[in-house]
């Protein structure tokens, strides 16, 4: 059996009133309307049994000039990457203006790839590296590693950062879509690999594996910590970040029917759909998929993220106005397609993210999200 240890950091509630359950569901009926500006704030319409508010609720619920408030947010002009390169892997879905990785492909990724969602993601990183004091890493690899592979690297912010600071050691960095810049370290290099198929490295060859915010792009989390095993070397660390989708308070500011305390419901819903889900937090997949593939001495830290401008703390306070800032930048560029899944309209996406943005702007709600770091070793007598 695997050793586990676990850390916590605290970003010091504000109050110590009754947590909000992430799980619980709004159940008082109301009539759906179109209308986008009524007078009284009508009763939450029927959630669904996970608790998932209608779309039209939204609409209903929507004061006056919110629309415009949403209409703004609309038609971020996206640059058009495919004009002079023909190649299939960049011939990207679109979806109401914005795009997403190749529809050649068998992955099926929820985000948005453009320009847009990739500024988001960098905050994210900033965000997060805030968070553990400049550290881009907590498994005890020691400095004259041979070769480590950030897997799902996005615009490579991490793999970048990494190589820098790892300049002896080859770093590579996989994805399905090819969005990572072309000036980086000379250590570092990108390819494009589906994770969800085979890995390409060999057996025992990999020192390290990053792997960070797949949440809702992995069908079986179990296989893709076996292909790690397979890969990292006897001795060799794996390392996995990922989020919780729900968004809570520790003093009730955040109801249940508030937009911010349906986002993580809308992606749980939305997971469910794709087969891809979005509570790996929740189900602890990350250790138990480590676990099942061999790997020891599991250790996990938890993170805790203010979203908004509401803790007194002055670093927690910042780090809660960087996680407004990456809901400002793209909030529609994460939930756009997972909404569209469930069936959402594009004028009920944009009124649901005008009423997030407003509680979240407003500091009233005292809203954070969990994130758990876990990293593991493969044993030396296995090879
Ligand atoms: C939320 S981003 C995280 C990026 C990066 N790991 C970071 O922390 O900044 C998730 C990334 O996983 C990639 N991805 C999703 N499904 C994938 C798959 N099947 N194979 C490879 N990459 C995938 C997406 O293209 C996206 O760049």
């Known amino acids: ?38 007078a009284e704030p009508a009763e939450p319409a029927a959630a669904s049994t996970t608790g998932v508010l209608p779309a039209e609720y939204w609409t209903s619920q929507a004061p006056p000039g919110v629309t415009e408030d949403a209409d703004s947010s609309l038609g971020t002009d996206v640059e058009s990457s495919t004009a002079s390169i023909t190649s299939s892997i960049l011939e ?15 992955a099926q990724y929820w985000a948005s790839n453009d320009e847009r969602q990739s500024e988001a993601n960098d905050m994210l990183h900033h965000n997060l590296t805030l968070q553990l004091d400049g550290k881009l890493h907590l498994a005890p690899i020691k400095k004259d590693i041979k070769k480590a592979i950030d897997i799902g690297t996005g615009t490579g912010i991490w793999a970048i950062d990494f190589a820098d600071e790892f300049p002896d050691t080859q770093v590579i960095g996989t994805d399905i879509s090819p969005i990572q810049p072309s000036w980086v370290p000379p250590n570092l ?10 890995w390409t490295f060999a057996d025992n060859s990999v020192d390290y594996v990053h792997m960070r915010w797949l949440v809702g ?51 749980a819903e939305g997971g469910k759909k794709l087969g891809q889900t979005f509570t790996v937090y929740t189900d602890e997949l ?6 099942a593939a061999g790997f020891v001495d599991i250790q996990q830290h938890e993170l805790k993220t203010p979203i908004g401008p509401w803790p007194k703390d002055e670093r927690l306070n910042e780090i809660g106005r960087f996680s407004q800032m990456v809901l400002d930048q793209d909030a529609e560029g994460y939930i756009l397609f997972i909404a569209n899944t469930l069936g959402w309209t594009r004028e009920e996406i944009l009124v649901y993210l005008a ?9 009233k709600h005292h809203a954070y999200y969990l994130q758990r770091v876990v990293w593991a070793r493969k044993p030396e007598n296995d090879s």
């Open 1 to 38: 059996m695997a050793e586990q240890k676990t850390t916590t950091e605290q970003p010091a509630p504000a109050t110590d009133a009754p947590s909000t359950s992430a799980a619980a569901a709004a159940t008082t009926p109301a009539e759906p309307s179109t209308s986008t500006a009524p």
């Open 92 to 106: 990207y879905r679109t979806l109401y203006g914005r795009t997403y990785h190749s529809a050649h492909s068998n």
């Open 189 to 198: 290099k990108f390819e494009i690999e589906d994770f969800t198929q085979p």
């Open 217 to 267: 792009s992995v069908k079986d989390w179990n296989e893709l910590f076996k292909e790690a095993y397979r890969i990292v070397k006897p001795g060799g660390y794996i390392e996995s970040y990922e989020p919780d989708a729900f968004m809570i308070s520790d003093d009730g500011t955040v109801k249940e029917t508030d937009a911010i305390a349906q986002w993580g419901r809308i992606f």
């Open 286 to 291: 990350q250790r138990k998929g480590m676990e």
């Open 355 to 363: 009423m997030l943005r407003r509680e979240i702007r407003s500091a």
